[in-house]
């Protein structure tokens, strides 16, 4: 079902504080949506609410751990969000790492699941039955990745996790596909954010030129994320399935449907020639 009308309606976006999260913040506010964000980081969602009422939106923000499971049911059980369950749930929150599989340690899979799978999955486990019950056209956007079609080198637990976002969003359409809910996965290509700038998020194998040049590729070859958060406004306006937005996320999808192998040929290519594999 599509939503071609989004004033007044309910968006609550995980992950609100940053990057695609904030852009779709004020994509779906300047449409005179009501906000309800959410993110780990109190402060820098104190200021998106200051931003986003400077514009004459009206924005509620929560400080949620979308990775633990308790935190999400307890907001979805908040009478706020009780009273009136939610028009559009985006669920955006997600961190990235880099390295390669056997030259990174194990610990960074369980927080890379936790957040970018598992926080997709408390999103919908715990929203999508009010939704239902709401009745209305009600949509639902999980954020998975161009990696989540074809990875790059180097992003084995991100790109394990957005296959998984990508899959899960799948089998959520067919088992919703009698529903009033709606399913959208987008696949954004290469975004410029501040995923690649965290050093946390970088296997120690990974070396500062070879970072330079990664971040470089980024920012001269990647789009901002305001790109991402339009497709999603009209991904809901106009009941999309599947959102590819962003370089290279159109060709990356349709040249694997043409050729695995030659889809792997040119990955593998780009990454020895940006140097950092």
Known sequence: MAIPELKNKKVMITGAASGIGRAAAFAFARR?????????????????????????AICMIHQLDVSNGDEMQAFAEHPYMKLRPIDVLINNAGIGYLGQFLQSDLAHWQRVMDINLMGVVHGCY???????????ARHVLNVASVAG?????????????????????????????????????????????????????????????????LQAYYKAKGCEPELVAEAMVRAVQKGQDLVLVGP??????????????????????????????
Do not use: W
């Open 126 to 136: 715990h929203f999508i039955p009010q939704m239902i019950l709401a009745g209305g």
């Open 32 to 56: 005179g949506a009501h906000i309800i964000a959410t993110d780990v980081n109190r402060e820098a969602l104190k200021q998106l609410q200051i931003d986003l009422v400077a514009l004459g």
């Open 248 to 277: 290279f996320a159109k060709l990356i999808f349709h040249l694997k449907r043409l050729s695995l192998g030659l889809m792997r040929r040119v990955i593998l290519n780009d990454a020895r020639k940006i140097g950092y594999l």
């Open 149 to 213: 079609v074809y990875p790059s080198p180097t992003m084995g637990a991100y790109a394990a996790s957005k296959h998984a976002v990508f899959g899960l969003s799948e089998v959520l359409k067919m088992e919703l596909a009698d529903s009033n809910v709606r399913i959208t996965t987008v696949c954004p290509g290469i975004i410029n954010t501040a995923i690649t700038q965290s050093r946390s998020s970088i296997s120690p194998s990974i070396s500062e030129e070879q970072l330079e040049r």
